[in-house]
């Protein structure tokens, strides 16, 4: 059964950059659509980005609008996100996530995922 731990927020100044880190165990990340999802206090749980099990592209959601890229070491079982220019509006829990495929629609990534990280807190304030 995969599992996924989620690790490397923290508190970042508006414009600083943050890298997050997602181990997988127990199965393999190819075999899995995989992404990120985030949930801000008091807002519903939204999806980032997605990997497609099935070609390996990636969908951002609108708001990441370039400054986040993700990136995964096969090797290592393991996915990153690094984010760049951050603003106080993604301040919010982070979670990587699996699933079977990728939902998107009009750039909007939905949390279609069956399994998620522990979640990791990022917060982005002056």
């Known amino acids: 059964q995969l599992q996924l731990v989620d690790s490397g927020g923290g508190l970042v100044q508006p414009g600083g950059s943050l890298r997050l880190s997602c181990v997988a165990s127990?199965?393999?990340?190819?075999?899995?659509?995989i992404g990120w999802v985030r949930q801000a206090p008091g807002k519903k749980r939204e999806g980032v980005l997605c990997?497609?099990?099935?070609?390996?592209?990636?969908y951002y959601a609108d708001f990441v609008k370039g400054r986040f890229t993700v990136s995964r070491d096969n090797a290592k079982n393991t996915m990153y996100l690094q984010m760049n220019s951050l603003e106080p509006e993604d301040t919010a829990t982070y979670y990587c996530?699996?699933?079977?495929?990728?939902?998107?629609?009009?750039?909007?990534?939905?949390?279609?995922?069956?399994?998620w990280g522990q979640g990791t807190q990022v917060t982005v304030s002056s």
């Open positions: 996530a699996a699933g079977l495929a990728c939902t998107v629609v009009v750039g909007t990534v939905w949390d279609d995922f069956t399994s």
């Open positions: 127990g199965s393999t990340l190819d075999d899995y659509a």
């Open positions: 990997i497609s099990r099935e070609d390996g592209r990636t």
